[in-house]
C-alpha cells in the first residue's frame, strides 16, 4: 500500500478552501432525491421477491438484510459522519481507507461466524453474498463522505442511485432467469464495484483530489488510526445500535415462527426502513452545516437544529398519514399481502417510528457537537429495553408483538435522547455563562505584581 506524503496530506486537508460549498438548501434536494430512487430501488427488489416468489423466500432475504445490516454498522464505525464533521481537516481519505480495509476484514470474518450458526447451507450462502455486496458499498460510503464534507451532495445521491438501481436491476434480471434467490444476491456485488471504481473514486479524483491516483491511496499510521478508531468507534457504536435496534424484532419474529412469518412483516419493515433512511439522509445532510455553527456560532446551531426539529416532526405526521390511509393499497399493490393483522402491524410500528423520528433531532444535534459517548450512553438503554422487551412480547404474539416492541422501543428512545440533550445542553450552558474575570485597573495583572512586589 501507498504511504501518503506530507504534501499530500496538506493537499487533502486544504480541499474546502479551493471548492466553493453548495447551498444548504440544494444539498436537501440532491440528498432527497438520492434517498427516495435508492427506496424506490429497494422496493423494486422486494416486491417482486413477493409477487413471483414465496413468503419464504423474502423471509430468507429479510433474514440476510437483518444479520449483515447491524454488522456491517458498527464495523464501518459511521466514518462518513466523522468525515462531516471533522471540519478540522484532521484525518485525510487514505487515513479512512486504510481503517475501513482493517475494520471490512474483520466484519467480513464476524459475517461468515454468524452465517454459520442458521439453519441452512442456502441461508448461510445468501447471508455471506449480501455481506459481500454491503462491503463493497461501504467504500463507496468513504467516498460519499468526502463529497459530504465539502458539501457536494449530487454526487452522493447519484451514486446512492446509480447503486440502489444497479443491485436491484441485477438482483431482478439474475431471479427472473433463474428463480434462485442465492444467485440473484450473488449478482448484486456486480454494479456495486462498477459504482466504486467508475463513479465513485473517478469523480473523486476529478473533483476533490490533488492528483489521478487520490482515491486509491492508502496509508496504515499507528498514531492516525489510533486517534480516527477513539473518535469513530463510539459513532460506529451508536449506528450499530440504531441497526440491532430496529432489527432485533425481526431476528426474534425469525427464531420464534421462521422465515415464512418474517417475511409477512418484511413489509411492514420496508415501510419503516424506508421512511427511516430518507429523513436520516436529510439530517445527515445538515452535520457539516450544523458542526460548523456549533464550533463558532451557537446561535446559527440552534436555529438550524430547531429547523431540523420541525421537519422531523412533520415527516412523522406525514409519515402516520399515509399509512393510515394507504396502508392496506400499499401492501396489496407492492407485496400481494391482505393479511388482516399486517395493517395492524403497520400502524404500530409506525407510530414507533414517528415518535423515533422525532428523537433523531436530538441524536442530529448530539452528533453535530461530537458528543457520540452520551449518545452511545443512551443507546446502550434503549437496546436494552429493545432486548427484554422483544423477548417478552414476541414469542406470545407474533407479528403484533413485533409491532409493540417496536412502539415501546421508539417511546423509551425519545424520552432517554430528549433527556440527555437536555442535561447536556445544562452542562454547556453552565460553562460557556462562566463570566470571565473583569480587569479594571485596581485588579490588573500588572497592578497585582506591583502590589505584591511592594508587599514583599
Known sequence: METVSKNTTANHCNLSSRHSSKSLKSNVTWTLIGNIFFVAS????????????????????ALAVSIVTPILLIFNLHLNVVQATDQEHRFCLADYMGL??????????VIVGW???????ELIAITISLGVSRLIDSFSLIYCGEFQRHEQM????ISMILRGFGTAGAFTITYLWTRDVLLATMSMSIPSLICLMVFDATNYNRHLGSSRIDAFRVQFHCSQLKSLLYLALPAGFVNSANGWIVNIPRILLYANYGTAALGLYAAVGYFMSASGIVLAAVNQTTLSRLSKHAHNDAMG????????????T?????????????GDFALKLL??????????????????????????????????????????????????ITVTVGMLIIPRHGMIGAAWTVLITAISELAILATLMWLTTRINSRTTLIRPEVYTPYNSPAELDRRNYHAA
Open 335 to 384: 407485496f400481494g399481502y391482505q393479511d388482516p393483522s399486517l395493517r395492524t402491524a403497520l400502524m404500530i410500528a409506525m407510530t414507533g417510528m414517528a415518535c423515533r423520528f422525532i428523537a433523531r433531532s436530538a441524536t442530529t444535534g448530539l452528533r453535530a457537537t461530537q458528543k457520540v459517548w452520551t449518545l452511545a450512553f443512551g443507546n446502550v438503554l434503549v437496546l436494552s
Open 115 to 121: 452465517s454459520f450458526c442458521l439453519s441452512s447451507p
Open 100 to 109: 475501513r480495509l482493517i475494520t471490512s476484514s474483520l466484519a467480513l470474518l
Open 314 to 326: 412533520l415527516f412523522a405526521v406525514m409519515s402516520l398519514v399515509m399509512a393510515y390511509w394507504l
Open 301 to 312: 446551531y440552534w436555529k438550524l437544529l430547531i429547523k431540523v426539529a420541525v421537519l422531523n
Open 42 to 61: 429497494q422496493m423494486v427488489l422486494l416486491s417482486l421477491l413477493a409477487h413471483l416468489g414465496s413468503e419464504d423466500e423474502v423471509g430468507k432475504y
Open 154 to 157: 449530487k454526487y452522493v445521491s
